[in-house]
């Protein structure tokens, strides 16, 4: 399919809470550095040609960004990055970040944030981007476990206004209730893409679907690839990509943006032209049958534990 005068608005829009986004948005993840996110086998993307793709993206209707401080390779952070490349920010730029994994100076994991420890965390994305506040905080947990003291934490920020609305990440389905009767959640990112999905996708997908909750996958393109980027697709999905003169990349996307109305999609790339696609396929349409399909080369399998 063409790429060219399509933009993020192709794929329509949904709120997050009192801020309107084209639910076809940008990952930061893998902004920073070549080769595989967080591996010590990386080389840094040339700082210009990141701004350049982080200001093409706006210019395509982007105005939903996802990111975190611990995004960051040797010579480069995704937030400075962001802050660089957009700042002053447009006035319907929607930046989400997330909190709870913890990285050194090194790259190397250190222990998940503890409550007392979430303000620190959440100043450091604000000093990052150049804010005085966080429009969205995704709280990332590690397991199956209360949130209670962690959300807590951060609807206290809420409070405060340091922080806009809240959301969670890598979360089963009773954490998201939990998190509910404690405050607002405006989205959930999990795992979930075709051939690579969380056991409780489904149930996940259709609880926030009912109360309003933007669901926002992640590893939309490189599946069962994850950090490591997409691997071979199947002869399928090919089929389905031949037929419509598309990506295989291109037709997850679509696939991803047709599980209903309310999830979003944040294809992340340092390439310009890998960019201009993925946003084209927000008006990639396929047929009932194509969905089936694909839907049935997935394999459920359990939550992230990192």
């Given at each position: 399919m063409t790429s060219h005068y399509l933009t993020a608005a192709?794929?329509?829009?949904?709120?997050?809470?009192?801020?309107?986004?084209?639910?076809?948005?940008?990952?930061?993840?893998?902004?920073?550095?070549?080769?595989?996110?967080f591996s010590d086998e990386r080389t840094p993307h040339d700082r210009d040609r990141a701004v350049a793709v982080l200001r093409r993206a706006v210019e395509l209707g982007v105005n939903h960004i996802d990111t975190a401080a611990f995004y960051f390779s040797p010579l480069r952070s995704a937030n400075e990055l962001i802050n660089r490349a957009l700042g002053p920010y447009p006035d319907d730029?929607?930046?989400?970040?997330?909190?709870?994994?913890?990285?050194?100076?090194?790259?190397?994991?250190?222990?998940?944030?503890?409550?007392?420890?979430?303000?620190?965390?959440v100043q450091e994305n604000i000093r990052q981007l150049g804010r005085d506040h966080l429009d969205v905080v995704n709280l990332r947990m590690?397991?199956?476990?209360?949130?209670?003291?962690?959300?807590?934490?951060l609807a206290e920020l809420r409070e405060e206004g340091l922080i806009r609305h809240l959301g969670l990440s890598n979360v089963w389905p009773e954490q998201i209730t939990e998190a509910l009767a404690?405050?607002?959640?405006?989205?959930?990112?999990?795992?979930?893409?075709?051939?690579?999905?969380?056991?409780?996708s489904q149930e996940v997908l259709r609880l926030c679907g009912e109360r309003g909750i933007a669901f926002v996958p992640f590893y939309a393109i490189a599946g069962a690839g994850r950090e490591?980027?997409?691997v071979a697709e199947h002869e399928a999905l090919l089929d389905v990509a031949r037929a419509h003169d598309a990506s295989p990349a291109q037709v997850r996307l679509a696939w991803?943006?047709?599980?209903?109305?309310?999830?979003?999609?944040i294809p992340g790339t340092g390439n310009p032209e890998h960019l201009e696609a993925?946003?084209?396929?927000?008006?990639?349409?396929?047929?009932?049958?194509?969905?089936?399909?694909?839907?049935?080369?997935?394999?459920?399998?359990?939550?992230?534990v990192a």
């Open positions: 192709a794929a329509g829009t949904w709120r997050l809470g009192d801020l309107t986004v084209n639910r076809m948005g940008f990952g930061a993840m893998r902004l920073t550095q070549n080769g595989r996110a730029l929607v930046i989400t970040t997330k909190v709870g994994p913890g990285r050194g100076p090194s790259g190397d994991w250190t222990d998940w944030a503890r409550p007392e420890e979430l303000r620190g965390r590690n397991g199956n476990r209360p949130v209670s003291e962690l959300f807590g934490a404690i405050a607002p959640v405006v989205c959930v990112q999990n795992r979930y893409g075709i051939g690579e999905r969380r056991a409780d490591s980027g997409a991803t943006l047709q599980q209903g109305p309310h999830v979003l999609a993925n946003v084209a396929a927000g008006a990639l349409r396929l047929t009932d049958e194509e969905m089936a399909r694909l839907t049935a080369l997935g394999q459920d399998t359990g939550a992230d």
